[in-house]
């Protein structure tokens, strides 16, 4: 197998030619794998739904895996940088779902071919294996971003670790729900999964509070 060539500078006129391929590569090549499923499908399968050679696939993506999960790498950068531009007094959970705004966009561009990935990834574990590898990599990113609002404090670590952790858990809630759900509106479903989140979280705090008056 021929290793992918170095990746150009960020945010060069060649990166963004590169995404732009390999983007065009994607939708072809996982049109084979959302109708015959991901093990029955080999890598000259998709090169030739995308219409190039094994030679240039391997010059875009890495693996199998890699044509369907690629997009999903990017999508927590875009993502934290939405975060981030939220102010830094407001709540984390309340500036995630502002940004969740940017993957609602991009996940209703095309519905159905969204939901199709997206069940894709669920039901087939090396595919599973890989998304949580990229949740874990998100989840580090905004327990530093979440960290830079809190007081400082010796729980700030802890408490940044766990908002990021359960706003992800929500993240992926709300997207297999959509992904499952038929033709329900996505914005809808992210509102619920976060107000469940929001009712979980003060439900939490009543144990703690027992202990409290009991001791």
Sequence with gaps: MKEKEPSP???????RKQ?????????????????????AVTIDDLAKAAGIS??????YFATKEEVVTWEFDETGTALLAAFRLRPRDEQPLVSLRFAMDLIIDR??????????????????????????VTQDHWREQFTSAIAER?????????????????SMAAVDAAMMAWAESGDRD??????????AL?????????????RKRSR
């Design 54 to 59: 094994k030679r240039t696939f391997f010059r």
């Design 19 to 39: 995404r732009l391929v390999r983007a065009n590569i994607a939708e072809l090549a996982v049109v084979p794998l959302i109708e015959h499923g991901f093990d």
């Design 107 to 132: 996940l209703s561009s095309d519905p159905e071919r969204a939901r199709a990935l997206m069940r894709l990834i669920h039901r087939t574990p090396a595919l599973r294996g890989r998304f949580l």
């Design 186 to 195: 996505i914005g809808t479903v992210v509102d619920e999964a976060f107000e």
């Design 150 to 166: 809190l007081p400082g404090g010796p729980r700030t670590p802890m408490l940044a670790r766990l908002t990021a952790t359960v």
């Design 9 to 15: 500078a960020p945010g060069s006129l060649q990166e």
């Design 198 to 210: 929001a009712t979980v979280v003060k439900a939490a705090t009543h144990p703690a509070q027992g």
